[in-house]
């Protein structure tokens, strides 16, 4: 059976009850019996004494790093159980996944945490510790090691963490399914995980550190003011860095940038096109405050005139007062193309929309991919990175079989996203530029010398 280690930063654990306390881990500490358990949510440390039926100075005693820095969620905590025995280290050799957390030692980013997806070995003591070294050497010498770097905000220091966090916690978990899934007889993955929080100075001293000097790919990254510094010291090194959220790269001076996000220009292209294929529509445009137009419209607007794409404009408050039908045509598709990316604007202007539809005129809406959860009634138009639709059952499956829990959440899916741009920074190493990814179709293109852009954005019409 192949043998393997999942390392996770944070997951969720029922509530203690008094009579479920010995299904928590048991360890020997200096020959003191001691429970290993996962800080829950919203859970403080009386109410974890009160628990336990243990004192909250016992609790401290065993865990000195609570009098600086205080409980923090997802960490791993000791707890006494009252029971003598003799202290002894413990070798143990993950045969299913294992979800072990680390806490952070210094400022700069959680303790790097290794993965390795295939005989990897930890060891149980004082505390649990992934040993990025202790891989045999027969493995070694039959696998090639392939070391990559996650870097996220997850927010491990703070109290309470946002719901970003969560979805960046959904995001890693899909990139471990993408290692797991990508493991082979030839290839050992290990991955260096780092909590970048909102900071720039914890960046730099990652940059400014050797500790990156072995890393053969990043990916992650959400801040600008962290990505630019990351990005010049990828350059530097020769180490893709691929950017899951980042819109706005000047790729032409960093080649080692992959930005799967699509640009205003990509998107307004793939309108244009999409616009000049239809043989019977006519667009309006609804303009609002001039400071609403968002970039991406005014992108659309000089292509749309480059393409010689003619569209007839409306004010907001004339489309409101119901005396926009001079702007709309009865024998074509109307198209209409709101000047803001705002959906409390869509949300104005719907019932009106409505009237008019219900009077004759045919009416489709350029909508954004974010407005599909307000479920709008009227047909649209918008562009997307999240392009496929099927069955995810051979996913789900593993998804469950991994963390024991049916994964739930709207659309885009941030473990899908997380999964398939692990696997294309894996492919790119490899020299492969096209991925079939679960929710996405990515194709990278060079632009001139220098970085990759995903060509994958589509039209997408409901």
Request: aromatic letters at 8%; a negative charge.
């Amino acid at each position: 059976m192949r043998k393997f280690i999942i390392v996770i930063l944070a997951s969720l654990v029922l509530p203690a009850a008094a009579e479920e306390l010995l299904n928590y881990p048991l360890d020997t500490v200096n020959g003191e019996e001691v429970y290993r358990y996962q800080v829950e949510k919203s859970i403080g440390l009386y109410r974890i004494g009160v628990n336990f039926n243990v004192s909250q100075s016992e609790i401290i005693r065993l865990n000195p790093q609570l009098r600086e820095r205080g409980l923090h969620y997802g960490e791993v905590i000791l707890i006494p159980t009252g029971r003598k025995v003799e202290a002894k280290a413990v070798a143990v050799v993950a045969e299913e996944p294992k979800a072990v957390v680390h806490d952070a030692k210094d400022t700069v980013a959680v303790q790097p945490t290794v993965i390795d997806t295939a005989a990897a070995h930890s060891t149980a003591a004082d505390s649990v510790v992934v040993d990025s070294a202790a891989v045999d050497s027969a493995v070694t010498e039959t696998r090639r090691v392939v070391e990559l770097a996650l870097m996220l905000p997850f927010e491990s220091q703070q109290t309470k963490r946002s719901g970003n966090a969560e979805r960046m916690m959904e995001f890693y978990e899909g990139a471990l399914l993408a290692l797991r899934d990508m493991q082979n007889d030839s290839t050992l993955f290990r991955l260096r995980v780092y909590d970048t929080e909102r900071s720039e100075r914890r960046v730099n001293e990652l940059c400014d550190s050797t500790e990156l000097d072995s890393v053969q790919g990043i990916l992650g990254l959400v801040y600008p003011i962290q990505i630019e510094r990351m990005a010049a010291w990828c350059e530097k090194h020769n180490v893709p860095l691929m950017l899951p959220f980042s819109d706005d790269m000047d790729l032409k001076r960093y080649a080692q940038v992959l930005q799967f996000n699509s640009t205003d220009q990509q998107e307004a292209d793939s309108l244009c096109a999409w616009m000049v294929q239809q043989e019977n529509i006519h667009c309006v445009a609804v303009e609002v405050r001039e400071a609403d137009i968002a970039s991406s419209i005014r992108t659309l607007r000089k292509q749309m005139t480059a393409h010689e794409i003619r569209y007839t404009g409306v004010a907001l408050r004339d489309l409101m007062n119901d005396s926009a039908e001079y702007a709309l045509d009865r024998e074509k598709e109307n198209l209409i193309i709101m000047h803001s990316d705002r959906y409390q604007h869509a949300r104005m202007i719907m019932p009106h929309l409505e009237k008019l539809q219900e009077a004759g005129y045919r009416i489709r809406i350029l909508s954004q991919y974010s407005w599909q959860k307000e479920k709008p009634v009227l047909p649209q138009v918008y562009t997307s990175m999240f392009t496929v639709e099927g069955e995810h059952a051979v996913y789900d499956a593993m998804w469950s079989e991994s963390y024991k829990n049916e994964h739930v959440c709207d659309l885009p899916r941030y473990d899908l996203l997380g999964y398939d741009l692990m696997k294309a920074l894996i492919l790119h190493l490899q020299g492969e530029n096209e991925v079939n990814g679960i929710q996405s179709m990515i194709r990278w293109h060079q632009v001139g010398e220098g970085g990759w852009q995903n060509e994958g954005v589509k039209v997408i019409e409901n």
